[in-house]
């Protein structure tokens, strides 16, 4: 590296002292860096068509041409301290001192890299807090929210900035790492009174043409994952479940979709649910009521003062 900087030296008849010619060529080598990464970005925009690889390729580069200028500076510098391995030594013990948490970070993106709980564009829950992964960087990962005060699993408009280490220390809920789809319910409640036998029949056939037509391909999937993971079987087509509660009865439809496709779903299932009940008028919606009944005899006169009637009310369906 001396011989390198005197030849320069000598090249460009200038005075400058060691240390001022490698801060010169610090920038340097930074200036090339930047201008390969810009060009290598470009081809990468014309050659891919699918944003998710021209996301995952500009990652890849950025990674690559970064380690390569810290080495290149590295070298650059490393007579200052005596070796190159006496450098990285005083960098390493350093940073991990008064650089605790981005190391911790960087450790957390190495596991996310490679170990892979999730990956740009999974839908997870960290820290009750849930949404779209749209970037993962070396310090952070980033989610576009989804819940919190909006209804039906949409986006909240919020980009959430979560650091790498909570990998380390938080449950990490992947709504699409065994298959891409997640099982969701809707719950109708009749009343006793009805004729429930007839509505599970007509919700099932409901269930049958408006639920998403996903299963046959998520058992395909699940069949494919047998042997990395112990799945016992699994009924994967829509069915409706019974069960008796206070209010009535309940009617419980249970059948697959895409994460991202809940409330256009459920949407789709009780416009038809509620199109096929208008038309049996044996089938009612159970809901809150209070009934009052009284035993009082039938009087046709105003009351007088002094004269008590005997009720008794209670609550129920």
Avoid at 183 to 209: C, G, H, M, P, Y
Avoid at 217 to 225: G, I, Q, R
Avoid at 236 to 259: A, D, M, W
């Amino acid at each position: 590296m001396n011989e390198f900087i005197e030849w320069l030296r000598n090249l460009f008849h200038v005075g400058l002292s060691d240390v001022q010619i490698k801060v010169v060529l610090t920038f340097l080598i930074l200036l090339v860096q930047w201008i390969i990464k810009r060009i290598l970005f470009q081809s990468v925009n014309k050659i891919q068509s699918s944003q998710t690889a021209r996301y995952n390729w500009r990652k890849s580069i950025s990674y690559t041409t970064n380690a390569l200028a810290f080495v290149g500076i590295a070298f650059l510098w490393s007579n200052q301290f005596g070796s190159f391995a006496t450098f990285l030594g005083l960098l390493s013990a350093g940073l991990a001192i008064a650089f605790r948490d981005p190391i911790v970070n960087m450790a957390g993106w190495y596991y996310i890299v490679f170990r892979k709980p999730f990956k740009v564009g999974d839908r997870v829950e960290v820290d009750k807090h849930i949404g779209d992964v749209v970037d993962i960087s070396l310090y952070e990962f980033r989610l576009v929210e989804i819940g919190n005060w909006v209804n039906g699993d949409q986006s909240t408009g919020r980009i959430l900035h979560i650091p790498n280490m909570r990998v380390f220390s938080s449950v990490i809920g992947n709504y699409n790492s065994l298959v891409d789809y997640i099982w969701d319910e809707t719950e109708v409640n009749i009343t006793f009174e009805s004729n429930w036998r007839k509505a599970k029949e007509l919700l099932q056939e409901i269930l049958l043409r408006h639920a998403p037509q996903i299963y046959e391909h998520a058992e395909e999937e699940l069949k494919a994952l047998t042997g990395e993971f112990f799945i016992q079987n699994t009924k994967l087509t829509p069915t409706v479940y019974t069960n008796v509660e206070e209010q009535g009865i309940t009617l419980s439809l249970r059948y697959l979709c895409k994460p991202n496709r809940r409330r256009v779903a459920k949407e789709e299932i009780w416009e038809a649910i509620l199109e096929c009940f208008e038309q049996h008028n044996d089938i009612g919606f159970a809901y809150p009521t209070r009934r009052i009944v009284s035993n009082a005899p039938q009087i046709n006169r105003p009351f007088q003062m002094g004269e008590h009637l005997t009720q008794n009310t209670f609550d129920g369906d």
